[in-house]
């Protein structure tokens, strides 16, 4: 029971940092991304690289730090990850997304959304290989919390939660104490308003894009180094993004937090009751539910 | 030359059986402007009822009525549409790409469910084994093969006239005129909604239609029948035919499983050995390509709709953000 | 005191929310420094679309606007502030997810000056606004809104601010206030243009007037002579009432 409470709470925090981007989006630029669970995959295999390249350079950097198997190298990749991805996601709204804002309608853009997906997942396969990666060989052993009833914890874990909390509290903080970040709630409140009050759109939906596609980054980092890299990550994750957005209700950004900790939770405790195979199936159930009884999710507006 | 004619009377068969669901789509997002990010989950609904009804006993394990094929086949399809109306309810009211989601999310379901549900499905090997239509008649296997490409043939063609009455007629009007405006559609009296679910669960009973006579075809399914690209196949197929026209969604079928047939036949004779393991990949990015670019550079694809109402609903008067700035310079 | 020249000119405007579609038909009007300018007429006569095809908001497919001889015309809504002119929409003009400081921060964005003295200086001119700076936008009454309202749109130290329709759905005590507040930014030397439903209250301290129908010019003249029109009282003030302005 413990251990699917931290399981839970620990994929939750990763799901969480994804879909605070793709709540965003969806609510700002009006269209269901398909597309935001491969920048995930994109800043984990990002920052792969980088961290193989510095640790090349300077091999101190690669020395793992205290009980984890992260490196001082891994923290800078990781960095340079998050702003690479989020200049990736500007690119990819740049020559498709904005293309078709202007002609055509939000399905068209949804739709879209899964050819950018397969594009893009497919790449990174062909360029990192279809085997998993890991970002180190070193093993990490769990400590045991509790043995009754059973908790076993590794220290990663406790990194990639205060990481990840540390991730959104700095959103948090981006969005309620900045003007920066009243103007990017401003815009998903009323896109003409916020025009009327002198703010540029385009550029407050590149912001957009780097805040979606920087956290999607450290989030996919956060995956990989719980789990491990593969091509095929961000499929496997999409519908756990989308589900943590429409549990939390579209455009809050802390309903979105939440939601990715409910599904988190959902989907660790589900695997105590069903057969662990029916666990990509638990998403779609919470999704479900979540349009029948509350569809506005619990912090979005009717609209 | 009797190999290339079995194989081109294959590649037809197909052709055919897909064509049926990218007919289901073009109803549902064509004439409707229904997403539906799952249409793999209707398709293999489709094709799993039909062989648990059809099929023989399995030992032990659920299924095996054995009921007539025509009636196996109506099963399977009237099942895809309960699936429909599940999912329907609760999203047609909502915003659009909220269906986009719940159906992309019930595929991933249903694939989950048959690959561990092994009692009902079989689980991962699938169920295999099923008498065909009239197999025991014609016991000349490329007869047969011709048979069957006929028995594909008449049903697209039923399909297809049955769709193109249902379009030109006042409730094919209506379904465009809510696709184009459903505030002012509801004004005059329709429930969108009401409307938009049963162009849904019609397209989903098609797919499952089309599902049922795959699985009769290969006289076998797996969850492997059930992989997500298949949804993208038929998108594409049905983008690059042109939305909203069905003989360009009948062609769109042709051209699309044409370059991917060939796609993997160029890719498994001629690249190296250490690439073929990638060869699905590549095939994927073609899809995604395809896609894409068709959306980019001919979104309305090789056969546009002839429209009669109006264009497709432009940002301005779908809620998306317009520039009016950019607006008011042009 | 008014100058002579035009301060604020809009010449032969054809405008409308879809392009081929426009509502107005070569409408020309002009607004002088320090005037307020009433735009009134029937419902459907256009006057929200001329405002809005001022600010920028809607398709203008004709016509040339001018403020202080410099070309408005194409220059996208978000950069109109920089021009000296500031928009307050009728409806949905505050954001109510941000609380009333957030959102004067927000709009001070745009300023020239440190946007903490402008700040400073709209919550002393408001003390109603500074009793509810950490209160959400949604939490405030009608009055407070419309308030807050104008409080953005000064903030940014405009030459001129276009108002749409800035008493609709208040009560006549909240009405009389904010039009009474137009008057004392018109006095400190900022042109105000309005669009009134309440003819009657708005034409009260207005310098002149504009009468749209059909998307065009019906008449134009001092508030006053417009008020005192007979015909003009039977057609667009709703017959002849007592004491209203």
């Known amino acids: 029971m413990i251990q699917a409470l931290f399981d839970g709470v620990l994929v939750g925090s990763i799901l969480s940092l994804g879909a605070i981007g793709l709540t965003l989006v969806m609510h700002i630029l009006r269209f269901a991304n398909f597309s935001h669970a491969e920048l995930l995959s994109v800043g984990a295999y990002c920052a792969l690289t980088f961290d193989a390249v510095l640790s090349g350079i300077a091999p101190p950097l690669a020395n793992l730090i205290g009980p984890f198997s992260m490196s001082a190298a891994l923290a800078l990749s990781t960095l340079a990850a998050a702003i690479l991805t989020g200049f990736t996601a500007v690119l990819i709204d740049r020559l ?11 399905l068209t853009m949804v739709f879209a959304s899964f050819g950018v997906a397969l594009i893009m997942r497919n790449l990174i396969a062909l360029v990192f290989g279809l085997r998993t990666e890991r970002f180190t060989d070193a093993i990490s052993f769990a400590t045991m919390v509790s043995s009754d009833p059973l908790l076993l914890i590794k220290p990663d874990q406790v990194a990639i939660l205060l990481i990840a909390v540390a991730a959104m509290a700095a959103l948090h903080l981006l969005l309620t104490r900045t003007t920066l970040g009243f103007a990017l709630r401003a815009v998903a409140e009323n896109p003409t308003l916020a025009q009327v009050n002198g703010i540029a759109l385009p550029s407050m939906i590149r912001l957009t894009w780097i805040i979606g596609g920087g956290l999607a980054a450290i989030a996919g980092v956060l995956y990989g180094i719980d789990n491990q890299l593969s091509p095929v990550m ?18 809050s950004v802390t309903g979105a937090m939440l939601g990715g900790f409910i599904v988190g939770l959902a989907s660790s405790f589900a695997i105590l009751l069903l057969p662990a195979g029916y666990k990509p199936a638990i998403p779609f159930l919470v999704i479900l539910a979540t349009l029948y009884i509350r569809p506005n999710g619990l912090f979005g507006e009717a609209r | 030359m009797i190999g290339f004619v079995s194989y081109l009377v294959f590649f037809l068969t197909i052709t055919a059986i897909l064509a049926i669901a990218v007919l289901g789509l073009n109803l549902q997002w064509g004439n409707a402007g229904i997403f ?24 032990g394990e659920f299924g095996g009525f054995g009921l007539p094929w025509p009636l196996a086949l109506a099963g399977g399809a009237a099942a895809a549409g309960l699936l429909a109306i599940l999912v329907g ?68 063609i039923i399909v297809y006239a049955g769709l193109s009455r249902l379009v030109s007629s006042p409730y094919g009007r209506l379904l465009r005129a809510i696709r184009e405006d459903e505030t002012a559609a509801r004004s005059l009296g329709k429930n969108p909604a009401r409307v938009r679910l049963e162009a849904f669960v019609i397209g989903a009973v098609i797919m499952g239609l089309a599902g049922g006579l795959y699985a009769t075809f290969y006289a076998f399914i797996s969850p492997q029948d059930l992989a997500p690209i298949l949804t993208f196949q038929i998108w594409a197929m049905l983008i690059v035919g042109g939305a909203g026209n069905n003989l360009g969604a009948m062609l769109g079928t042709f051209v699309v499983w044409g370059c991917w047939v060939a796609s993997g036949y160029v890719l498994s004779s001629l690249a190296p050995q250490e690439l073929q393991l990638y060869a699905g990949t590549l095939q994927y990015i073609l899809i995604g390509l395809i896609i894409v670019v068709t959306l980019l550079i001919r979104p309305r694809g090789l056969l546009p709709e002839r429209l009669q109402v109006t264009k497709r609903p432009g940002p301005q008067n779908t809620g998306v953000i317009s520039n009016a700035g950019e607006q008011y310079q042009s | 005191m008014p100058d002579a020249a035009p301060f604020l000119n809009v010449s032969d405007f054809t405008a409308g929310y879809k392009r081929g579609l426009p509502i107005l038909h070569g409408v020309s009007m002009h607004v002088n420094s320090g005037e307020i300018v009433t735009v009134i007429g029937p419902n459907g006569a256009g006057k929200s679309t001329l405002i809005k095809a001022i600010a920028g908001l809607v398709i203008v497919e004709g016509g040339a606007i001018t403020l202080e001889a410099r070309n408005l015309l194409g220059i996208a809504p978000d950069r109109l502030g920089r021009f000296g002119l500031s928009y307050v929409p009728q409806t949905a003009n505050i954001f109510t997810t941000l609380s009333v400081s957030q959102n004067l ?6 300023c020239r000056a440190a946007p903490e003295t402008r700040i400073a200086a709209m919550l002393d001119l408001f003390p109603a606004l500074a009793e509810r700076r950490s209160v959400r936008g949604g939490g405030l009454s009608g009055g407070q809104r419309q308030v807050l309202a104008i409080a953005m749109a000064l903030i940014a130290e405009p030459r001129i601010i276009l108002m749409d329709e800035p008493t609709a759905g208040l009560s006549p005590k909240a009405s009389q206030d904010v039009l009474e507040l137009i008057g004392k930014i018109a006095g400190d030397g900022v042109s105000v243009l309005l669009v009134e439903q309440n003819a009657r209250m708005a034409l009260g301290i207005s310098d002149r007037a504009y009468i749209l129908a059909d998307g065009q010019n019906q008449m134009d ?13 039977e057609i667009y003030l709703g017959g002849r009432r007592k004491g209203a302005a």
Do not use: C
């Open chain 1, 234 to 251: 961000g499929r496997d994750l999409v519908l756990s993004l989308f589900a943590a957005a429409i549990v939390g209700g579209l455009g």
């Open chain 3, 221 to 233: 003249g001092p508030a006053g002579d417009i008020l005192d029109d007979p015909a003009v009282a």
């Open chain 1, 96 to 106: 498709v997304f904005r293309r078709l804002r202007d002609t055509a309608g939000p």
């Open chain 2, 36 to 59: 539906n990010g799952g249409v793999v989950a209707f398709f293999g609904t489709g094709a799993y009822i039909m062989i648990i009804l059809g099929g023989p006993e399995r030992g």
């Open chain 3, 105 to 110: 921060a927000l709009a001070a964005r745009r």
């Open chain 2, 89 to 156: 309810l609760a999203t047609t009211r909502l915003r659009h790409d909220y269906l986009a989601i719940a159906t992309f999310g019930i595929a991933i379901a249903i694939e989950a469910f048959v690959r561990n549900a092994t009692y009902l499905t079989g689980g991962a090997k699938g169920i295999r084994g099923f008498e065909r239509p009239l197999e025991a008649l014609i016991d000349n296997p490329f007869l047969y093969s011709l048979f069957f490409l006929a028995l594909a043939v008449v049903l697209l």
